[in-house]
Nanobody, 116 residues
Framework: QVQLVESGGGLVQPGGSLRLSCAAS????????MGWYRQAPGKQRELVSH???????YYSDSVKGRFTISRDNVRNTVYLQMNSLKPEDTAVYYC??????????WGQGTQVTVSS
């Protein structure tokens, strides 16, 4: 069983920065694809970024150039550095672990609010 615990969310002004963390239990982390998703009120959950076990990254167009995903396979933790935040980045951010394409686990989510 895998547990994912996100942290680092909060309230930030437009143009500010936050770093989200997602700590995973168990032994699957280093072999898994780790992703960050977000869901704004009234909208569907969307993929923000992911990183493979080899370190290949993907970013959605809406965050490319502003967000950076990274992983630490010793600490079993994936990070999302978010810079130049905009009000439209406001959402609950979720961490997802995917292993072999058919096993998946989700964290409980962390709220990010970008507002002046």
């Amino acid at each position: 069983q895998v547990q994912l615990v996100e942290s680092g969310g909060g309230l930030v002004q437009p143009g500010g920065s936050l770093r989200l963390s997602c700590a995973a239990s168990g032994s699957l982390f280093r072999l898994a694809v780790m992703g960050w998703y977000r869901q704004a009120p009234g909208k569907q959950r969307e993929l923000v970024s992911h990183i493979t076990s080899e370190g290949t990254t993907y970013y959605s167009d809406s965050v490319k150039g502003r967000f950076t995903i990274s992983r630490d396979n010793v600490r079993n933790t994936v990070y999302l550095q978010m810079n130049s935040l905009k009000p439209e980045d406001t959402a609950v951010y979720y961490c997802r672990l995917t292993y072999t394409g058919h096993l998946e686990y989700w964290g409980q989510g962390t709220q990010v609010t970008v507002s002046s």
